[in-house]
């Protein structure tokens, strides 16, 4: 996949890095099918980010994390009041999702895999170029273990 490029950033807390806004991040869940998305939205939440939606795809994982945030809806996850859309859906339905958030002015945090296709690839950078919008693939394993957070606490102290 020529051209594809990571970056990583350290985060800026819960005012507004995702949603550019400066205030308090509201986030909708669509598609629950990995365990990853309770992690995502776990650590979302605890930065800052509101739960307004959940979309459940499946009936263990969504309805679940759905109790968890008793106070998020169920329907209208594009919405004017969503900066930003989390997937851990089907893989193969990540790249659809992500692209129907970024057209509808939100920005995308996606479990990996993004795509599972250079179809997909494509389609999401013109959905980028499109709107502008943001979507970020997560690497939970990379950015979140135990052994990731001691090897930065290491660095971190030198």
Known sequence: ??????????????????????????????????????DLVTKLSGAGAEVRVIVPSEDRIG??????????????????????????????????????????GKNVVADKPGAISHEQLGALRAAYAETGRKYTVIFAERLGSPAMMHAQRLVESG
Do not use: N
């Open 63 to 104: 309805p679940w994390l759905a109790k968890q945030f008793p106070d998020a809806r169920a329907d209208d996850p594009y919405d004017a009041d969503i900066d930003v859309v989390v997937t851990a859906a089907i893989p193969s339905e990540r790249a659809q999702i992500g692209i129907d958030a970024m057209r509808a």
């Open 1 to 38: 996949m020529s051209g594809a490029r990571i970056v990583c950033r350290p985060s800026r807390g819960p005012s507004g890095p995702l949603s550019g806004k400066g205030d308090v991040t509201s986030l909708a869940v669509v598609g629950t099918d990995h365990l990853h998305v309770v």
